[in-house]
């Protein structure tokens, strides 16, 4: 078993920076990749972009890409959100999730695990 839970989201001014956290307990060792998530109200969960245990490799989403980065704290067993730049249209909850086997990376159900989420709020 995996547990995750996410902190660092809040309310945040249109250009700000937030950072989220990804807090990985239990099993750990069988986490393949850790995937980021968001929602926002009335839409569709959207991929952002994950992050392979292995080698570290990183792949984006076009709407994460050039503003939001992944990284890892391994000795920590968490997984970091870092947002730039923020836009209005940035206002979700965010969720990290992880996947134990090798799918398709982009799509919810890939995953096996997920954190309670935390919301993100951008005012104009």
């Known amino acids: 078993q995996v547990q995750l839970v996410e902190s660092g989201g809040g309310l945040a001014q249109a250009g700000g920076s937030l950072r989220l956290s990804c807090a990985a307990s239990?099993?750990?060792?069988?986490?393949?990749?850790v995937g980021w998530f968001r929602q926002a109200p009335g839409k569709e969960r959207e991929f952002l972009g994950c992050i392979r245990r292995n080698d570290d490799s990183i792949f984006y989403a076009d709407s994460a890409k050039g503003r939001f980065t992944l990284s890892r704290d391994n000795a920590k067993n968490t997984v970091y959100l870092q947002m730039n730049g923020l836009k209005p249209e940035d206002t979700a909850v965010y969720y990290c999730?992880?996947?134990?086997?090798?799918?398709?990376?982009?799509?919810?159900?890939?995953?096996?695990?997920w954190g309670q989420g935390t919301q993100v709020a951008v005012s104009s």
């Open positions: 999730a992880a996947a134990t086997r090798v799918l398709i990376p982009t799509i919810p159900s890939s995953y096996d695990y």
């Open positions: 239990g099993r750990t060792s069988s986490i393949y990749r």
